[in-house]
T-cell receptor, first 111, second 115 residues
């Protein structure tokens, strides 16, 4: 099993829709997880951190299911500006500070 | 938060040559990392840049090909040596900030094309 796996998408949704991405991870000892956003030709930027069962920030909700070893990201009321690639990030097996990036899920929000 | 300045932002190089990428952080950081992002792919960790000692490389990456320097807590360089077209990629410097809201910050990346 890969350290982190994501559905590559793309997810093509209309403005205002709710969309959810899932990510599975293999290291059961991981304590912290992250969702990063990457715009085309830009560096990744942190969207949300997840340390316990979940986290909410405005239209964005991240949830953690430790038993099933997956993390989800829910985006409500999608905006055109949400179009980007969303990267699921987990700590590496040998160090919690060496972050392993998923392949990313591409989101396209259409008018 | 932290600001990471990375340069050059892009370069086109001939095969067989070397390119050194510089990364400057606006505050002292304990941990710095170098990632590579090949076209259409996600980020792959190249190495951890250790201050005052040799970098720690991930599987598939070696010091002779990707020498790294970390002379102090705010600066690091990555050299891509003896380049081939397969080295064409985006190279990203990053720094891990501890404390409240700890997270990994990235430089803006260096887009390298090898002819």
């Amino acid at each position: 099993r890969k350290e982190v796996e994501q559905d590559p998408g793309p997810f093509n949704v209309p403005e205002g829709a709710t969309v959810a991405f899932n990510c599975t991870y293999s290291n059961s000892a991981s304590q912290s997880f992250f969702w990063y956003r990457q715009d085309c030709r830009k560096e990744p930027k942190l969207l949300m951190s997840v340390y316990s069962s979940g986290n909410e920030d405005g239209r964005f909700t991240a949830q953690l299911n430790r038993a099933s070893q997956y993390i989800s990201l829910l985006i409500r009321d999608s905006k055109l500006s949400d179009s980007a690639t969303y990267l699921c990030v987990v700590p590496g097996m040998d160090s919690s500070y060496k972050l392993i990036f998923g392949s990313g899920t591409r989101l396209l929000v259409r008018p | 938060s932290a600001v990471i300045s990375q340069k050059p932002s892009r370069d086109i190089c001939q095969r067989g040559t070397s390119l050194t990428i510089q990364c400057q952080v606006d505050s002292q950081v304990t941990m710095m990392f170098w990632y590579r992002q090949q076209p259409g792919q996600s980020l792959t960790l190249i190495a951890t840049a250790n201050q005052g000692s040799e970098a720690t490389y991930e599987s598939g990456f070696v010091i002779d090909k990707f020498p790294i320097s970390r002379p102090n807590l705010t600066f690091s360089t990555l050299t891509v040596s003896n380049m081939s077209p397969e080295d064409s990629s985006i190279y990203l410097c990053s720094a891990y900030l501890f404390g409240e809201g700890e997270k990994l910050f990235f430089g803006s990346g260096t887009q390298l094309s090898v002819l």
